[in-house]
C-alpha cells in the first residue's frame, strides 16, 4: 500500500517538475 501511495505522489511531482522545466526554459528563451 506505500508503495502504491509513494507512486501517486511520485508521479504529478516528477510531471509539474517537468512542466516548471519547459516553462522556464520557454520564457528564457522568450526573454532574449
Known amino acids: ?3 502504491i501511495g ?3 505522489y511520485a508521479i504529478p ?3 509539474f517538475d517537468f ?3 519547459e516553462a522556464l526554459i520557454f520564457f ?3 526573454s532574449k
Open 13 to 15: 511531482h516528477f510531471l
Open 19 to 21: 512542466l516548471g522545466c
Open 6 to 8: 509513494l507512486f501517486f
Open 28 to 30: 528564457i528563451l522568450v
Open 1 to 3: 500500500m506505500l508503495e
